[in-house]
């Protein structure tokens, strides 16, 4: 949601709901970390009961650069993401990123993962459209009042970084991380977005920290994932923490795709509470490659007196290709 004063324009940065599901979007590290190649696209949309008109897209891809073998599984990786958001009738954000990942395996098990992101940002926002003081006549708002307003330009773009690190130990015997956690860092270098061309629209640099736990239910091949995400940005800081039960529902040996050996399904049913503003519901479905994740936020804020506890709905589809290698190593 966009809240306009005079002169100055905040907004929420990107965040998400599905963390089981998290890539290079918030963290630059992921990319090529679980899988040898990965694509995903969200959308999200909230408090559409208020009138709200943010909506939220994106889009991902990274793959592994390097043969693992050759590099006894220390490797590079690079991505791509784009993003876009539609914060109200008057304003919108455009973001896209390049991103290198340095791979590094300190054991058997466990790697380090270093990753940059390097793009562009694009705030715009169409000040005809924009409600100011100044048209207040004393009585109402009077949109037909000058705005008083002058801006050098309503587009501003400007150059994006960040950064991030992340350990990883994975299962002995299986492809599927058992411990994860890092951090990272947007912003670095503090791109001003002023639309007065002057010192007041630096952006703030947003820090990240990702914890993430997997534990295996016997040998049934179902897990339970717990997740802590950290996220802090000047004033604002917020909380996600959660888990999800994913439950395998069949598994068979494939002859048709040289991909993968197996063809399996799981099905995930999770909740997390977002601190002193959500509880979040998701369901996920995993078929082989194909991920698909549905999460729907429940206002816990003092929002809910308005828009009757419905928040914000998310959805993500992913698609993976793992490592022949790394499943017949673990």
Sequence with gaps: MICCTTGIINAQDLHFSSIHTLNQQLFPEFAGLNNDVEASIFYREQWKSIGSKFGAYGASVASTLQPKHKLDGSHLSGGLNFYSEKMNKDASLTAGKMTIVRHQS????????????????????????????????????????????????????????????????????????????????????????????????????????????????????????????????????????????????????????????????????????????????????????????LAYDFTLSNMKNYNYSRGGIELQLQYTISSLQVVSRF
């Design 106 to 293: 300190i054991s058997r098990f466990s790697k380090i993962s270093l990753g940059l992101n390097v793009g562009f940002q694009t705030l715009s926002f169409d000040p005809a459209n924009g409600s100011w003081g100044s048209q207040h006549n004393g009585f109402f708002y009077d949109e037909n009042l000058s705005s008083g307003e002058t801006f050098i330009t309503n587009r501003k773009t400007g150059l994006d970084i960040g950064t991030g690190l992340i350990y990883s130990l994975n299962h002995k015997r299986i492809a599927l991380p058992k411990f994860q956690f890092g951090f990272s860092a947007q912003h670095v270098n503090r791109p001003n977005m002023s639309f007065y061309n002057d010192r007041s629209g630096y952006l703030p640099i947003k820090t990240v920290f990702y914890g993430m736990l997997n534990l295996k239910l016997g040998n049934s091949g179902s897990y339970f994932q717990t997740s802590l995400l950290i996220q802090k940005q000047k004033l604002f800081s917020s909380i996600v923490l959660g888990s999800i039960l994913k439950i395998k529902l069949n598994e068979k040996a494939k002859t048709t795709s040289s991909f993968g050996t197996t063809d399996k399904t799981l099905l995930g049913i999770g909740a997390y509470y977002r601190s002193a503003d959500a509880f979040i519901a998701c369901v996920m479905l995993q078929k082989t490659a194909w991920n698909i994740s």
